[in-house]
């Protein structure tokens, strides 16, 4: 049975109940990587500073080098009674150097290094996942570019409103997954702060050198507290929150490919490979990628909650409460990282069928906005251009007919400023064509997002395969 590092304290052993509870280690080994490259650099400042033997902090280093190799090869063996992945290291390194090895932990403390780790383990994953979003981006922007003149019905409360170029509709969730990457890039400086130093709560008697750590492990900043270093999980917090609003940008696609992949819409086909069958019905092909993607939504947000919680009642400095931060933490990495990867694939290969987009643009009265905003221009009010146009559609519905379909004698029944050009309103081209007010739908403002998003994702389009 490996020593507890507070050995001298107790005369008792921890019961074993207590320990399984207690442990760890069966998910923060994840962190192993970080630990070591924090605890190099932590033995490197020790020896630049005096503090330890330069020989030594060489043979730690060394050490921790073979360490790492174990543990990539899969040659360590994790002992589940050293408690957590520090412990687990540590004893590692003293059996190999004996008291040496000891002398690692000085001007250290297992509250800072965790938070040291945490912070480089989340630092990569929000830089891979900034990189996810822009394969997601990419995704998108090729298949609008593919399908950049189709026209679908635009909706709102779920119903037909206005025409809309199906481009349009992608390039809206390209500026949720533009605005995503920009919360995280703009959190990293927030993230890559070093804690080190700081050691249990206030600090250390020892002459260190914390810039020299935060240097050597790439972070730009130190702590200015060290109450504050040891005990601030905002970072994560924060990353929880901007990973829920990245699921529910996802989950509200998810939600649309759903709809449209149904016999009812019938606007796209998902691939085969993102999709399932049924073990009853031979004809079926269930939308599941996007059904768990809108499913996992609530998980990933449930870890914020669990996160806030956690946090809610703490009082300074360190508490055994923050153990608890990392399974949402890392579950909430894989589940975004994953659903961002799995859209983006989906997104990629996804059937657009322009003709079903096409038939939707009928029985809507989707011009009916047009007619008024001609009736404007031809002396109306606006509210009295609505009141006719309502009117008129009424008229229509009982007649069965689109609003185009009427006759100008029909139409001044309701309308008297309608003239002959009312007609060039009403067609579902020109209602696209005419939308160039800025962000608009009309192609010349698409064709401009296009080129912008091209631009912010580093691509040209129009000079690649698509």
């Known amino acids: 049975m490996a020593q507890k590092p507070w050995s001298g304290r107790f005369e008792g052993k921890t019961d074993q109940s207590v320990e399984d509870f207690t442990s760890s280690l069966s998910f923060d080994r994840r962190l192993a990587r970080q630990d070591i490259a924090g605890s190099i650099a932590h033995a490197r400042m020790l020896a630049q500073q005096g503090i330890i033997d330069p020989a030594e902090g060489d043979r730690i280093v060394a050490g921790l080098t073979e360490i790492r190799r174990e543990i990539e090869a899969g040659e360590f063996e994790f002992d589940p009674a050293l408690e957590d ?231 300074l400095a360190y508490n055994r409460d923050l153990q608890e931060d990392k399974e949402h933490l890392f579950d909430t990495v894989d589940t975004v990282r994953a659903s961002v990867t799995l859209m983006a694939g989906l997104v990629e290969n996804l059937t657009v069928r322009p003709e079903a987009m096409a038939a939707a643009l009928h029985g809507g009265f989707l011009t009916a906005t047009d007619m008024a905003d001609y009736l404007v221009t031809k002396g109306a009010p606006f509210r009295t251009a609505h009141e006719q146009v309502g009117n008129t559609v009424r008229f229509a519905e009982g007649q069965g007919k689109e609003l185009w379909e009427l006759s100008l004698t029909e139409i001044l029944q309701f309308a008297p400023g309608a003239e002959p050009d009312v007609f060039d309103w009403l067609s579902i081209e020109n209602s696209v064509a005419r939308r160039r007010s800025p962000g608009g739908t009309a192609p010349e403002r698409v064709a401009e997002a296009l080129e912008r998003a091209e631009a912010e994702i580093g691509l040209n389009l129009h000079e690649q395969d698509i």
């Open 85 to 315: 992945i520090h412990m687990a290291i540590e004893s590692r390194l003293t059996a190999r150097l004996g008291e040496v090895g000891k002398k690692l932990h000085t001007a250290r403390s297992r509250n800072d290094q965790v938070a040291l780790d945490v912070r480089l383990y989340l630092a990569e994953e929000v830089e891979g996942l900034i990189a996810d979003l822009a394969g997601l981006r990419l995704a998108g922007v090729r298949l609008a570019h593919l399908h950049q003149n189709v026209i679908m019905p635009g909706y709102t409360h779920l119903q037909r409103a206005q025409p809309i170029l199906f481009a349009h509709h992608l390039l809206a969730y390209d500026e949720m997954w533009r605005r995503d990457q920009m919360r995280l890039d703009e959190s990293l400086s927030r993230t890559k702060v070093s804690p080190l130093g700081a050691a249990a709560l206030a600090g250390t008697t020892f002459p260190i050198d914390p810039a020299a750590v935060a240097a050597e492990l790439g972070f730009p900043r130190v702590f200015r507290n060290s109450l504050d270093a040891v005990s601030d999980r905002d970072f994560i917090l924060e990353f929880a929150a901007h990973a829920s609003i990245i699921m529910v940008h996802l989950s509200r696609l998810a939600e649309e490919l759903i709809l449209w992949s149904a016999s009812e819409f019938g606007f796209v086909a998902l691939p085969d490979a993102y999709a399932t069958g049924s073990s009853i019905m031979p004809q079926k092909k269930n939308p599941d990628v996007p059904e768990l993607i809108r499913g996992k939504t609530g998980r990933v947000a449930g870890h914020l909650m669990g996160l806030l919680m956690i946090l809610k009642g703490l009082p």
